[in-house]
C-alpha cells in the first residue's frame, strides 16, 4: 500500500506487517517494531501504557472473546445492566482501528 508506518519509539520505518506490534499508549494505538517492543516496552505497564499487544494471536483472541462476552452479556443482564456490554466491544474497536490504521498500509 502507500501509507509508510514508523515505529514510535525508534523511529524508523516498518516495512512487513510481521515486524509491527500495536500496542495501547495513553488510550492511543502505537506502532512499534517487534524489538522495540520486545526490549523497551514490554515491561513498562502502568494504566496508560498496556503491556500486550493488540494485533497478533493474542489480540485476535481478546477480540473475539470480547465480542462473544458482548453479544451473550444483554441475554442475561437485566435493566441497566444490558449496557455494559458495551465495555467489552473496546478491545475489539481497538483491534479494528490497529488493522485499519497500520496492518492493511504494510505487506504480509
Given amino acids: 500500500m502507500s501509507k509508510e508506518i514508523y515505529c514510535d519509539f525508534c523511529q524508523k520505518q516498518i516495512k512487513v506487517r510481521d515486524d509491527l ?9 502505537v506502532p512499534f517494531h517487534e524489538r522495540c517492543f520486545g526490549s523497551n516496552i514490554k515491561g513498562a505497564r502502568t494504566l496508560f501504557v498496556s503491556n500486550e499487544p493488540i494485533n497478533g494471536l493474542a489480540g485476535n483472541v481478546t477480540a473475539v472473546i470480547s465480542l462473544i462476552l458482548a453479544a451473550l452479556w444483554p441475554i442475561f443482564a437485566e435493566g441497566v445492566m444490558k449496557w455494559a456490554f458495551l465495555l467489552a466491544l473496546i478491545p475489539v474497536g481497538y483491534r479494528i482501528y490497529s488493522f485499519v490504521k497500520f496492518e492493511r498500509h504494510l505487506e504480509k
Fill in 21 to 29: 506490534i500495536t500496542s495501547t499508549m495513553m488510550l492511543e494505538v
